[in-house]
Protein backbone atom coordinates (compact mmCIF):
# COMPACT_ATOMS: atom_id res chain seq x y z
CA UNK A 1 0.00 0.00 0.00
CA UNK A 2 1.00 3.62 -0.40
CA UNK A 3 2.17 5.51 2.38
CA UNK A 4 1.55 9.22 2.76
CA UNK A 5 2.70 11.40 -0.38
CA UNK A 6 3.76 15.08 -0.13
CA UNK A 7 3.71 17.54 -2.96
CA UNK A 8 6.13 19.00 -4.30
CA UNK A 9 8.65 17.91 -2.53
CA UNK A 10 10.89 20.67 -3.16
CA UNK A 11 9.73 24.44 -3.72
CA UNK A 12 11.89 27.95 -3.89
CA UNK A 13 9.74 30.83 -3.99
CA UNK A 14 10.82 34.34 -2.34
CA UNK A 15 9.52 36.29 0.26
CA UNK A 16 6.09 37.62 0.16
CA UNK A 17 4.70 35.24 -2.24
CA UNK A 18 2.19 32.47 -1.34
CA UNK A 19 2.90 28.63 -1.37
CA UNK A 20 0.73 25.44 -1.38
CA UNK A 21 1.58 22.14 -0.01
CA UNK A 22 -0.32 19.11 -0.75
CA UNK A 23 -0.78 16.17 0.73
CA UNK A 24 -2.86 12.49 0.28
CA UNK A 25 -3.13 10.20 3.07
CA UNK A 26 -2.75 6.58 3.51
CA UNK A 27 -5.57 5.06 2.39
CA UNK A 28 -8.64 4.77 4.59
CA UNK A 29 -7.05 7.28 6.91
CA UNK A 30 -9.80 10.30 7.97
CA UNK A 31 -6.96 12.34 9.76
CA UNK A 32 -3.97 14.77 8.61
CA UNK A 33 -1.81 16.67 10.66
CA UNK A 34 0.71 19.37 9.20
CA UNK A 35 3.72 19.84 11.12
CA UNK A 36 6.74 22.51 10.37
CA UNK A 37 10.34 21.17 11.09
CA UNK A 38 13.13 24.10 11.04
CA UNK A 39 16.80 22.49 10.34
CA UNK A 40 18.19 21.06 13.67
CA UNK A 41 14.91 20.98 15.85
CA UNK A 42 11.92 19.11 16.22
CA UNK A 43 8.45 19.16 14.46
CA UNK A 44 6.18 22.03 15.21
CA UNK A 45 2.69 21.06 14.86
CA UNK A 46 0.23 23.54 13.00
CA UNK A 47 -3.11 22.18 11.97
CA UNK A 48 -4.96 18.87 12.45
CA UNK A 49 -7.82 17.59 10.72
CA UNK A 50 -10.04 14.76 10.94
CA UNK A 51 -13.13 14.52 8.60
CA UNK A 52 -13.04 17.74 7.46
CA UNK A 53 -13.00 19.40 9.99
CA UNK A 54 -9.96 21.28 12.06
CA UNK A 55 -9.71 19.94 15.21
CA UNK A 56 -6.09 21.25 16.14
CA UNK A 57 -4.38 24.69 15.22
CA UNK A 58 -0.84 25.17 16.60
CA UNK A 59 0.87 28.58 17.60
CA UNK A 60 1.00 29.67 14.13
CA UNK A 61 0.25 33.31 12.46
CA UNK A 62 -3.05 33.53 10.34
CA UNK A 63 -0.62 33.65 7.29
CA UNK A 64 -1.12 29.46 7.46
CA UNK A 65 -4.19 27.85 6.98
CA UNK A 66 -5.21 24.69 5.79
CA UNK A 67 -7.89 22.38 4.78
CA UNK A 68 -9.08 19.16 4.30
CA UNK A 69 -11.25 17.53 1.11
CA UNK A 70 -13.54 15.18 0.91
CA UNK A 71 -11.26 12.22 -0.21
CA UNK A 72 -9.35 13.15 3.01
CA UNK A 73 -6.14 14.67 1.02
CA UNK A 74 -5.60 17.90 2.34
CA UNK A 75 -3.39 21.17 1.46
CA UNK A 76 -1.67 23.93 3.78
CA UNK A 77 -1.51 27.39 2.51
CA UNK A 78 1.24 30.07 3.58
CA UNK A 79 0.82 33.53 2.50
CA UNK A 80 3.55 36.37 2.67
CA UNK A 81 6.01 33.93 3.33
CA UNK A 82 8.86 34.88 5.24
CA UNK A 83 12.53 34.32 5.45
CA UNK A 84 11.71 32.25 8.64
CA UNK A 85 9.34 29.82 6.88
CA UNK A 86 11.79 28.20 4.92
CA UNK A 87 11.40 24.28 6.67
CA UNK A 88 10.66 20.91 6.24
CA UNK A 89 7.23 20.54 5.72
CA UNK A 90 5.51 17.32 7.05
CA UNK A 91 2.13 15.40 6.58
CA UNK A 92 1.16 12.95 8.58
CA UNK A 93 -1.80 10.73 8.31
CA UNK A 94 -3.76 8.39 11.21
CA UNK A 95 -7.03 6.33 10.56
CA UNK A 96 -8.57 8.21 13.55
CA UNK A 97 -7.91 10.94 15.72
CA UNK A 98 -5.92 9.61 18.96
CA UNK A 99 -4.21 6.95 16.34
CA UNK A 100 -0.82 6.49 15.51
CA UNK A 101 0.30 9.40 12.79
CA UNK A 102 2.32 8.31 9.99
CA UNK A 103 4.71 10.40 8.15
CA UNK A 104 4.96 11.73 4.57
CA UNK A 105 8.59 12.60 3.01
CA UNK A 106 7.95 16.20 3.42
CA UNK A 107 8.56 19.35 1.48
CA UNK A 108 11.38 21.48 1.86
CA UNK A 109 10.51 24.77 1.19
CA UNK A 110 13.04 27.58 0.81
CA UNK A 111 12.44 31.09 0.85
CA UNK A 112 15.03 33.78 -0.34
CA UNK B 1 11.32 26.03 29.66
CA UNK B 2 10.67 23.99 26.20
CA UNK B 3 7.35 21.44 26.95
CA UNK B 4 9.51 18.56 25.92
CA UNK B 5 13.46 18.76 26.33
CA UNK B 6 16.42 16.13 25.05
CA UNK B 7 20.27 16.33 25.10
CA UNK B 8 21.09 17.33 21.55
CA UNK B 9 24.10 15.29 21.32
CA UNK B 10 25.54 14.24 19.05
CA UNK B 11 26.65 11.05 21.12
CA UNK B 12 29.53 9.48 19.70
CA UNK B 13 29.64 5.73 20.24
CA UNK B 14 31.68 2.56 19.41
CA UNK B 15 29.64 -0.19 17.20
CA UNK B 16 28.64 -2.36 19.80
CA UNK B 17 27.97 -0.30 22.75
CA UNK B 18 25.16 0.03 24.81
CA UNK B 19 23.61 3.77 24.73
CA UNK B 20 20.97 5.71 26.19
CA UNK B 21 19.13 8.95 26.05
CA UNK B 22 16.86 10.34 28.17
CA UNK B 23 14.06 13.34 27.77
CA UNK B 24 11.68 15.30 29.92
CA UNK B 25 8.68 16.77 29.43
CA UNK B 26 6.91 19.52 31.86
CA UNK B 27 3.06 19.02 31.12
CA UNK B 28 1.87 16.90 33.96
CA UNK B 29 -1.43 16.14 31.92
CA UNK B 30 0.74 14.49 29.02
CA UNK B 31 -1.27 10.98 28.05
CA UNK B 32 0.90 9.19 25.04
CA UNK B 33 4.57 9.06 24.45
CA UNK B 34 6.89 7.92 21.57
CA UNK B 35 10.56 7.66 20.27
CA UNK B 36 10.72 8.66 16.73
CA UNK B 37 14.03 7.73 14.15
CA UNK B 38 14.91 10.69 12.03
CA UNK B 39 17.56 10.36 9.37
CA UNK B 40 19.18 13.02 7.74
CA UNK B 41 16.95 15.44 5.24
CA UNK B 42 14.38 12.16 5.48
CA UNK B 43 10.88 12.25 7.69
CA UNK B 44 10.69 10.51 10.93
CA UNK B 45 9.18 7.37 11.54
CA UNK B 46 7.93 6.06 15.01
CA UNK B 47 10.64 3.33 16.44
CA UNK B 48 8.54 2.80 19.09
CA UNK B 49 5.54 3.72 21.85
CA UNK B 50 6.76 4.19 25.76
CA UNK B 51 4.34 2.19 28.13
CA UNK B 52 4.17 2.98 31.94
CA UNK B 53 5.54 -0.19 32.13
CA UNK B 54 8.06 -0.16 30.00
CA UNK B 55 8.51 -1.88 26.46
CA UNK B 56 11.34 -3.47 24.66
CA UNK B 57 11.87 -4.22 21.39
CA UNK B 58 14.52 -6.55 20.13
CA UNK B 59 17.89 -4.32 21.12
CA UNK B 60 15.96 -1.30 21.97
CA UNK B 61 14.07 -0.63 25.68
CA UNK B 62 11.87 2.48 26.44
CA UNK B 63 10.78 3.52 30.01
CA UNK B 64 8.64 5.87 31.50
CA UNK B 65 8.61 8.01 35.03
CA UNK B 66 5.45 9.70 35.24
CA UNK B 67 6.81 10.88 38.51
CA UNK B 68 9.84 12.85 37.66
CA UNK B 69 8.16 13.53 34.12
CA UNK B 70 10.53 11.59 31.71
CA UNK B 71 11.29 9.14 29.42
CA UNK B 72 14.30 7.13 28.48
CA UNK B 73 15.59 5.14 24.83
CA UNK B 74 18.40 2.49 25.83
CA UNK B 75 20.07 1.18 22.51
CA UNK B 76 21.89 -2.25 23.42
CA UNK B 77 24.50 -3.78 20.97
CA UNK B 78 24.47 -0.41 18.80
CA UNK B 79 24.82 -1.10 14.87
CA UNK B 80 25.90 1.25 12.47
CA UNK B 81 22.84 1.88 10.94
CA UNK B 82 21.44 3.18 14.36
CA UNK B 83 23.30 6.38 13.60
CA UNK B 84 20.44 9.24 13.23
CA UNK B 85 18.58 11.30 15.42
CA UNK B 86 16.27 10.35 18.10
CA UNK B 87 13.10 12.34 18.90
CA UNK B 88 11.14 12.46 22.23
CA UNK B 89 7.90 12.81 21.21
CA UNK B 90 4.95 13.35 24.21
CA UNK B 91 1.22 13.57 23.22
CA UNK B 92 -0.94 16.44 25.31
CA UNK B 93 -4.21 17.02 25.26
CA UNK B 94 -7.06 15.75 23.63
CA UNK B 95 -6.53 16.29 20.27
CA UNK B 96 -3.86 14.19 20.21
CA UNK B 97 -1.41 16.80 19.21
CA UNK B 98 2.46 15.91 19.48
CA UNK B 99 4.56 17.78 20.67
CA UNK B 100 8.00 17.02 19.98
CA UNK B 101 11.37 17.29 21.50
CA UNK B 102 14.66 18.56 19.59
CA UNK B 103 15.75 15.50 19.06
CA UNK B 104 19.17 14.10 20.12
CA UNK B 105 22.03 12.88 17.50
CA UNK B 106 23.25 9.91 17.56
CA UNK B 107 26.59 8.66 15.52
CA UNK B 108 27.86 4.86 15.56
CA UNK B 109 31.29 4.44 14.56
CA UNK B 110 33.01 1.57 13.67
Known amino acids: DAGVTQSPTHLIKTRGQHVTLRCSPI?????VSWYQQVLGQGPQFIFQ???????GRGNFPDRFSARQFPNYSSELNVNALLLGDSALYLCASSSALRDTQYFGPGTRLTVL | RKEVEQDPGPFNVPEGATVAFNCTYSNSASQSFFWYRQDCRKEPKLLMS?????NEDGRFTAQLNRASQYISLLIRDSKLSDSATYLCVVNIGSNYQLIWGAGTKLIIKP
Open chain 2, 50 to 54: VYSSG
Open chain 1, 49 to 55: YYEKEER
Open chain 1, 27 to 31: SGHKS
